[in-house]
């Protein structure tokens, strides 16, 4: 999520967010608040300061839910990460917002993703995320799949789509190399190299996967081709202990692909049916062409 945008005057019908913010800080005037929308594929953002504080806001809303989102789950996530120093710090949260700190740092080019310097930066910081201690959270992707695929746009659905469906409904999931805590949105917009290193932001969709289900994610939601994925999982590889048998962990990755990209798919489509926004369909395109959809 880029971090810019526009001067937001109501977020919601109460202004919920301005009631949180002077509730936290009853010495400052409500009218020394600035707040800005953030941009990004699944909004519900906003930059927030009054001159002096800077903080992220992020609204707990419907459209969040149906997307596996949950605040509650992401500040919980966030507080037991703060020791890896990889992830903004919470601040505060109410049932309907989540206040994280600001990170001072460079945006990530996506041009700049692919180079072997930033990639060995990014293995460092998933190697940190994977040795963590599962967080309690762990991906319930069938019970998200279903759901979704009651959200998705009905005119869009065929009887080979309704049989792919039911075939990952009842495909057994691959065994479990390790589970470990994973980000599962990673991409240039979501990272930022600050002073203290490379950090992670955006972690509303985070959970326990199988460090395999992880790193397919991370490929295949990247589009990396094969000379770079080989180089990530080179560096990876070093950082991981335990973990230095590539051709093992390839192995898992491969299986656990046809998984992401219906995973993907889903999201796509169900982000098509909440915005009409076209950019959607777009991304959802090379996976119904994979999947014989088209």
Known sequence: MRYSGRVVATLTKDNSLLDMLCQQWPDIPKESWEIRSLTGLTQGSYYVTDGVRQMVGRAQTSHKE????????????????SSTNIAPKVIAVNEDWLLLEWLAGTNIASDAFNRPSLQRSLAKTLAILHQHPPLGYPLKLKQQ??????????????????????????TRMPTALKIAPDHMDIHSDNLLMTEEGLKLIDWEYA????????LAVLLKGNQWNEIQ??????????QAPGYSNISLLRQQIKRWEPCVSYMMLMWYEVRWQQTKEQQFLSLAYPLRRAFALT
């Open 229 to 238: 994925q080989q180089t990530f999982l080179d560096y990876y590889c070093m």
């Open 66 to 81: 149906i997307l596996g989102v949950d605040r509650q789950r992401e500040n919980h996530i966030l507080r037991r990460l």
């Open 207 to 214: 959970a326990d996967v199988d460090i395999g289900f992880s």
């Open 145 to 170: 799949i279903a759901s979704q695929w009651q959200q998705i746009d009905r005119k869009r659905l065929s009887p080979r789509w309704l049989r792919l469906h039911k075939f990952f409904m009842a």
